[in-house]
């Protein structure tokens, strides 16, 4: 799937950067083909509105990839997803349904439900996702969906964020969670994670600097926050480089608003005119090339078309930042 980090990044913070993006992905065999699975997106809660039980998910949405992985191989070895992969193999059209509450699946091929799937009458619920699958064999997205919807397992937007920059600062020798703890308000004995949310990112710790968000300004490791409706960050991503010959940034993030082969941790693209780096990241002359989409196929669309509308969105309340944290700004590889 990747070669060599080295070759392409050099030395510097964009190859470590790159390696704890790659930490978040393995390469199987799955119903006979070699699949690249990655770290599915999930977040405590998400599609919990409907029902009177929590809906949280392995280690919350904050797991690093050490302690994910583990749960995730699992899953895929054991007989219920074997059975999982010999249904959508079997050459029928059918419906999966999942049912996120009782972490289970069943499939339907009810003529009358699968009309109304192919006319993109959707008939699913939050937590119960419909997916129409052709029999032909399974596909990195019907391994997310099982992923995401009987294992309950990934990581959210702060999560991966900051298993990132925890990568990085360890790569360095820096413990982030034993040096930021005490500001951040981890009690002894918790997980760092769990206080690193989109919040902290976008809170007045003095280990957080905000930076003016022209081109020219960033650099690699700097985090993007989202803004939500409410006024408050909502998502988080992370710079993984700036090509200023080229006009290119490459980030990194987790969400399931994504196309189906690109939900949970990816990488996205903002191509922008080498010439006008002093533009900030909301002009409308750069393209964003995420595309945002709903999570399972019919369900209601996004607001946004892709992720430079949704980093101009709320303007009024002050629109997208980013933001820096100070120890990784000091720390330095290689020729950087």
């Not at 969906?145 to 009987?150: K, M």
């Not at 019919?298 to 949704?310: A, I, K, Q, S, W």
Request: contains cysteine; charged residues 25%; neutral net charge.
């Amino acid at each position: 799937m990747f070669a060599d980090p080295a070759r392409l990044w050099g030395d510097g913070i964009e190859r470590v950067l790159e390696e704890a993006f790659r930490a978040h992905f393995r390469t199987r065999i799955i119903g006979g083909r070699v699949m690249n699975v990655r770290m599915p997106f999930a977040m405590n809660n998400e599609r919990s509105m409907l029902l009177d039980t929590r809906l949280d998910v392995v280690g919350g949405g904050k797991g690093s990839p050490e302690t994910l992985w583990p749960v995730i191989d699992a899953l895929l070895d054991s007989e219920d997803f074997a059975r999982y992969v010999e249904t959508l193999s079997d050459g029928r059209e059918q419906v999966i349904i999942f049912d996120l509450q009782h972490r289970t699946w069943e499939s339907s091929r009810d003529f009358m439900l699968i009309a109304r799937m192919r006319a993109g009458l959707y008939p699913g619920l939050p937590h119960r996702p419909h997916v129409l699958v052709s029999g032909n064999g399974v596909t990195e997205a019907d391994v997310y969906n099982y992923l995401y919807s009987v294992g309950r397992v990934g990581v959210d937007c702060s999560g991966f964020v900051w298993n990132v920059l925890a990568y990085v600062a360890r790569r360095s020798g820096v413990d982030l969670g034993r040096l930021l703890g005490p500001s951040m308000g981890v009690p002894r004995g918790r997980d760092p994670a769990w206080y690193a949310g989109t919040v902290f990112f976008n809170s007045r710790n003095p280990n957080i600097l905000p930076v003016d968000a022209r081109i020219a300004n960033l650099r690699p490791a700097d985090v993007i926050l989202f803004r939500g409706p409410d006024g408050q960050m909502s998502h988080s991503a992370i710079i993984q480089s700036i090509d200023f010959t080229r006009g290119v940034i490459r980030y990194f993030q987790s969400t399931d608003m994504a196309t189906q082969e690109e939900r949970g941790v990816h990488e996205s693209f903002v191509y922008f005119d080498p010439a006008r780096t002093y533009l900030t990241l909301c002009d409308p002359s750069h393209r964003w090339t995420k595309r945002r989409e709903s999570a399972f196929i019919g369900e209601t669309l996004c607001p946004f078309v892709n992720d430079g509308d949704r980093f101009r969105a709320f303007g009024e309340l002050g629109g997208g930042r980013v933001v820096r944290l100070r120890v990784i700004g000091q720390l330095r590889f290689g020729g950087s």
